[in-house]
């Protein structure tokens, strides 16, 4: 069965970057694209980007655009998400998610509390 | 920037039938539909719906989801106390270059 396996809760100082994993089981890692939304407290999600996870290519949300980068180890079948120049505001749940071939997602991580604190 | 629209709350008795609505515009349900997703406090979104509004195949057929020019809906019936969750819709915007999600509905089953 498809598993999205994230990594743990981080605590960054303003400023600071942030990298959270997505691994990947149970299906071809490459057939597939890889999004990352964030959720912050009692907010509905919010689209960050995605990744092919097959040819690379990246697509990113014009609000994150310069301070974000999706990549992807195929050995490892495993997607990251960085997030830099982080401010208060950053702090959210972040998500990994697997697009169902062109139409929405169909499995989701279980999600990686980022909080920014000084 | 332009958002997807839904209800902030939505009520209805045990077993009745609920409907959440979704408005967009044709940028974005009007152009490929909408998602839906179930959230329940400290869980990640599940899926209910895909945009072609066909169903994950470990969702019941209490959940059925369609639409209607710019405007997408999801009908939860029969309702169960653990149908109590919030619901988001989301769509791709070809104009925004980006997934947009709506506000959220949260349903109280009474």
């Known amino acids: 069965q498809v598993h999205l396996v994230q990594s743990g809760a981080e605590v960054e100082k303003p400023g600071a970057s942030v990298k959270v994993s997505c691994k990947a089981s149970?299906?071809?890692?490459?057939?597939?694209?890889i999004h990352w939304a964030r959720q912050a407290p009692g907010q509905g999600p919010e689209w960050m980007g995605r990744i092919d996870a097959g040819s690379g290519e990246t697509e990113y949300s014009h609000k994150f655009q310069g301070r974000v980068t999706i990549s992807r180890d195929t050995s490892a079948s495993t997607a990251y998400m960085e997030l830099s120049s982080l401010r208060s505001e950053d702090t959210a749940v972040y998500y990994c998610?697997?697009?169902?071939?062109?139409?929405?997602?169909?499995?989701w991580g279980q999600g990686t509390l980022v909080t920014v604190s000084s | 920037q332009a958002g997807l629209t839904q209800p902030p709350s939505v009520s209805q008795g045990l077993r009745q039938t609920a409907t959440l609505t979704c408005t967009g515009n044709s940028n974005n349900i009007g152009y490929e539909g909408a998602a839906w997703l179930q959230q329940h406090q400290g869980h990640p979104p599940k899926p209910l719906s895909y945009?072609?509004?066909n169903r994950p195949s470990d969702i019941s057929g209490r959940f059925s989801a369609s639409r209607s020019g710019n405007t997408a809906s999801l009908t939860i019936a029969d309702l169960q106390p653990e149908d109590e969750a919030d619901y988001y819709c989301s769509a791709w915007d070809n104009s925004l270059r980006l997934w947009l999600f709506g506000g959220g509905t949260k349903l109280t089953v009474l």
């Open positions: 945009r072609n509004n």
């Open positions: 149970g299906y071809t890692f490459t057939s597939y694209l």
């Open positions: 998610a697997r697009e169902k071939g062109g139409t929405s997602w169909d499995y």
